[in-house]
């Protein structure tokens, strides 16, 4: 039973919360105050008793995780902090300034923040993540608790994560759904009716609580309850009211996202009892318990195919995941229900546990991956790289989060052939380039894509891989060294009359066409740009210099923002050309009409970017000034 004395401390703290979000974005002019104050009664009873958080140490393993789903509240997770006694008043004043940690929406510029919130509908999807890494792979007895705000709810995403959450039996997961009504133009979907989303979440196998978010005993009795559920997710449902506890903002429309005016700001202070100074001493883990071991570290033995042989890039992705899963315990793989495709199966048998079928549930993929890499693990995350386009707002928050992830994409580009439009990626090399930090590969080669893959594990940031469907010839031999930013010069000579560049699928049709061209006297160099991003510069410059500026550049992408996008970026800002007058004459192929369905062979004809394609517009190249793209080439 709760005592008198606690409820007043509680109410104290919460009423305190309030405060003090009001200040803060008072004090910026901008933010959300009434969101924050629906919240402060389930976020002052969780913080004064059941979250256990040594915040001297936020890389304390037997830590819980709190995640701010309702990114928006950020000014509540700010006033926490500030009640937890880890930034002061003046930092607390400092929200939504330049230079401040106290971003509009948090990011893990504060060390007790896992991840960046605030693009509705992932902060559940992340937590299943740290979950999954508690439950499965570290065996730590932490919680992951997330604030949840009922707008969210429409969001597709949180219900890839209820059902995830529930099929790993993730009894550690426990949302707290503040159901304050009003979102952002007036009310919810649901409103208040609380029934509703208990209803849901049984049904998606969730034990569900219905309480007052405002009472403070039946708040404290349901994290009790969540806790001590032993068997699945726990939703607690919380009736709230927007703006509690100021009578010109409680429910009542047109407030979100306004902070108030300084008049306004200090009536409802007073109206509040007036600022506190509490500070209270968050408890930390009881338990100081050590990650269980799941393996040493290992020399690495990288898988090796020979010379001329035909192996397809997405096998020996799998092939190599499956060796650094022996070598490095901490590499983790999660796949899209397509692993027999993308090889990632090869990972699953060797090593089940550690590996998490996510099902045709893209969002939540990358999401776990996001909240596994929190745990400090290394997830590589796959499906067919059309797909991918279904989780880019993850991808993209995933690069604000500083997260370190590895997204391979597979069944890229009109080369799978048979298929159709609908399964072509033919975007998703502009789509990862655009994203913050990022780095980008396209291997060609078995023996490449090996080497790349190892690579990937230690690299920070969002790195993609492309993979190709089709089995190519093996290029390189198992010895050959490639490195993120480079490239490799296939051929060259002295007497090149122009450059052409390619990576994947494309770089197979450009050593058929130096054959052609070889034929007719016509020499030209080869550049394997399997590095997208970051591109290697220097070579492409030699290039240039010594073709006169001569290039084509062949892609099985869209034109815009891929390969050639990135080639031409290579140059921009460079004075080598200016001094001389050396005009950069350059040939983009790539695909620039629909697709439909064909052999991989009379597509690439099609789409003009195959042997006979590159052949042309090397010959075009020669005798005039270049087209910027393969419209017109014969």
């Not at 697709?595 to 005798?623: F, M, N, Q, Y």
Request: net charge negative; with cysteine; aromatic share 8%.
């Amino acid at each position: 039973m709760t005592t008198l004395e606690q409820l007043q401390a509680w109410h104290e703290l919460a009423q305190q919360l309030r405060i003090d979000s009001i200040r803060a974005t008072t004090a910026a002019g901008s933010g959300h105050p009434t969101s924050s104050m629906s919240s402060a009664d389930l976020m002052a009873v969780l913080l004064a008793k059941h979250l256990r958080y040594d915040f001297s140490n936020p890389h304390n393993p037997n830590n819980d995780h709190l995640i701010f789903s309702k990114g928006h509240a950020s000014p509540l997770l700010y006033s926490m902090y500030r009640a937890a006694g880890v930034i002061d008043d003046r930092e607390l004043m400092s929200l939504r300034k330049f230079g401040s940690r106290l971003e509009g929406h948090p990011t893990p510029m504060l060390p007790w923040v896992d991840v960046a919130t605030g693009s509705l509908g992932q902060g559940l999807p992340i937590a299943v993540g740290i979950a999954l890494a508690g439950e499965y792979l570290d065996k730590l007895p932490y919680h992951t608790w997330v604030l949840l705000g009922d707008s969210e709810m429409a969001e597709g995403s949180i219900w890839e994560a209820f059902e995830h959450a529930s099929h790993y039996k993730l009894a550690n997961l426990i949302a707290i759904l503040d159901v304050n009504r009003l979102g952002q133009r007036g009310e919810t979907m649901l409103g208040w009716n609380t029934q509703v989303y208990c209803e849901r979440a049984l049904a998606f196998g969730w034990k569900a609580i219905e309480i007052d978010g405002h009472n403070l005993e039946e708040i404290n009795e349901a994290y009790i309850a969540a806790i001590d559920n032993p068997n699945c997710p726990t939703l607690i449902v919380a009736r709230t009211k927007k703006g509690k506890g100021v009578a010109d903002l409680e429910d009542i429309g047109g407030w979100h996202g306004k902070a108030l005016k300084p008049d306004q700001a200090k009536a409802a202070i007073t109206e509040l009892g007036g600022e506190r100074q509490i500070t209270i001493a968050v408890s930390k883990p009881s338990l100081q318990i050590q990650k269980t071991a799941i393996g040493q570290m290992q020399t690495l033995q990288l898988p090796s195919y020979q010379k001329g042989d035909s192996v397809a890039t997405r096998k020996a992705y799998g092939d190599t995941l499956k060796a650094l899963g022996a070598s490095r315990p901490d590499v983790v793989a999660l796949d899209g229900e397509v692993s027999n495709s993308t090889y990632a199966e090869e990972f699953a048998k060797a090593y089940p546990e550690r590996y998490f079928e996510m099902y045709i549930a893209e969002q939540q993929m990358v999401a776990a991956a996001v909240g596994l890499q929190v745990r400090q693990y290394k997830p590589f995350a796959s499906t067919f790289a059309a797909f991918l386009s279904r989780a880019y707002d993850f991808v993209r928050m995933a690069a604000i989060s500083r997260a370190n992830i590895k997204l391979v994409g597979s069944h890229a580009g009109i080369s799978i052939g048979q298929d159709g439009p609908s399964q072509m990626a033919l975007e998703d090399l502009a789509c990862l380039q655009a994203v913050c930090g990022s780095t980008v590969l396209y291997p060609s080669d078995a023996n490449q894509t090996a080497k790349l893959v190892a690579l990937m594990v230690d690299c920070d940031g969002i790195v993609y891989l492309r993979t190709t469907r089709e089995s190519t010839p093996v290029l390189y031999e198992a010895e050959e060294d490639f490195s993120i930013g480079g490239s490799k010069v296939i051929y060259s000579s002295e007497q090149d009359q122009a450059a052409v560049i390619a990576a994947g699928i494309t770089l197979h049709e450009a050593l058929k066409a130096y054959q052609h061209l070889k034929q007719e006297g016509i020499t030209v160099r080869v550049i394997d740009a399997y590095s997208v991003k970051p591109i290697d510069a220097i070579t492409l410059h030699q290039a240039a210099r010594d073709t006169q500026g001569k290039l084509v550049v062949v892609e099985d992408h869209w034109s815009e923002g891929g390969l050639g996008a990135s080639v031409l970026d290579a140059f921009v800002g460079i004075d080598a050309f200016d001094s001389g007058g050396l005009p950069l004459n350059l040939i983009k192929l790539a695909v620039l009409d629909l697709p439909g369905s064909g052999t991989p062979e009379e597509l690439l004809h099609a789409a003009k970017i195959d042997a006979s394609s590159i052949v042309d517009a090397v010959r075009l190249l020669l005798r005039q000034p270049a087209w910027v793209s393969n419209k017109g080439v014969a």
